[in-house]
């Protein structure tokens, strides 16, 4: 079975940077795409960057030209560069990982989540 661990959070003032790492128990070649996901209290789970198989990057509005997302397949790792930190951008995060449809149609699990890490802006 597969684990997702985050690192990285912390409590940062506003302008600053943080660095998140998401390490995979197994080869992430097994997923079509990798995800950050963010979660503040009393709201939903919000999307924020995600990372294809063919190293494609999408970002939610909010975050870009700010947080940068990358993957290593070598280290089984997807890392979350953010900067310019604002207040808003205080939440839980969450590693995402979707298996390819291939591997889901003969029985794989079709994704796995991390368990989080709290990422604090102060003002």
């Known amino acids: 079975q597969v684990q997702l661990v985050e690192s990285g959070g912390g409590l940062v003032q506003a302008g600053g940077s943080l660095r998140l790492s998401c390490a995979a128990s197994r080869s992430i070649s097994m997923f079509d795409s990798m995800a950050w996901y963010r979660q503040a209290p009393g709201n939903q789970r919000e999307l924020v960057a995600v990372?294809?198989?063919?190293?494609?990057?999408n970002y939610a509005d909010s975050v870009k030209g700010r947080f940068t997302a990358s993957k290593d397949n070598a280290k089984n790792t997807v890392d979350l560069q953010m900067n310019s930190l604002k207040p808003e951008d205080t939440a839980v995060y969450y590693c995402?990982?979707?298996?390819?449809?291939?591997?889901?149609?003969?029985?794989?699990?079709?994704?796995?989540w991390g368990q989080g890490t709290q990422v604090t802006v102060s003002s």
């Open positions: 990372v294809t198989y063919n190293d494609e990057t």
């Open positions: 995402h990982a979707a298996t390819l449809p291939d591997l889901v149609r003969v029985g794989l699990p079709s994704s796995v």
